[in-house]
């Protein structure tokens, strides 16, 4: 999904360069919206999938090399750019980042801070003992 959506941003971003360059900006500006539209129709679920299984930092920095990856063959297919060994650079920077954000072991995955089975079985027994407690307290107070 975040590859699908990453599609749809760089045409809405970048393709008005080429497809309607002679045009009054403003056109170029709707025509992007409408592309843009598809892409956060693609993009906010695919965050939202993502989110339950990545941190926020792992999230940016995998569209940040996703984004990289499909402006790449855009660049080179699709607006005639030459390749030049600062894409070979930027790339290894990016690549670089994403191992740092995926090996960090200060920050706790979410799937790590999720409660385990065991984790909600004992805070429902400690809450029914509580409450049995008070029970019994209440009881002995009327008596």
Same mark, same amino acid.
């Given at each position: 999904?975040?590859?699908?959506?990453?599609? +749809?941003?760089? $045409?809405?971003?970048?393709? !008005?360069? #080429?497809?309607?360059?002679?045009?009054?900006? /403003?056109?170029?500006?709707? @025509?992007?919206?409408?592309?843009?539209?598809?892409?956060?129709?693609?993009?906010?679920?695919?965050?939202?999938?993502?989110?339950?299984?990545?941190?926020?930092?792992?999230?940016?920095?995998?569209?940040?090399?996703?984004?990289?990856?499909?402006?790449?063959? +855009?660049?080179? $297919?699709?607006?005639?750019? !030459?390749? #030049?060994?600062?894409?070979?650079?930027?790339? /290894?920077?990016?690549?670089? @980042?994403?191992?740092?954000?995926?090996?960090?072991?200060?920050?706790?995955?979410?799937?790590?801070?999720?409660?385990?089975?065991?984790?909600?079985?004992?805070?429902?027994?400690?809450?029914?003992?509580?409450?049995?407690?008070?029970?019994?307290?209440?009881?002995?107070?009327?008596?």
């Amino acid at each position: 999904m975040l590859i699908c959506s990453n599609v +749809f941003m760089t $045409f809405a971003w970048y393709g !008005h360069l #080429s497809t309607l360059k002679g045009k009054f900006w /403003l056109i170029a500006v709707f @025509a992007s919206w409408g592309v843009a539209f598809f892409e956060y129709m693609i993009m906010v679920p695919a965050n939202r999938i993502g989110s339950e299984v990545m941190t926020l930092p792992q999230l940016k920095i995998l569209q940040e090399a996703i984004a990289l990856s499909v402006f790449v063959p +855009f660049a080179i $297919f699709f607006a005639k750019e !030459h390749i #030049s060994w600062n894409y070979l650079w930027g790339a /290894l920077c990016i690549a670089g @980042a994403v191992f740092f954000i995926f090996n960090d072991h200060s920050a706790t995955a979410k799937t790590q801070q999720l409660p385990t089975p065991t984790t909600v079985q004992k805070v429902e027994t400690e809450t029914t003992e509580q409450v049995t407690e008070k029970e019994i307290d209440n009881e002995r107070f009327r008596n």
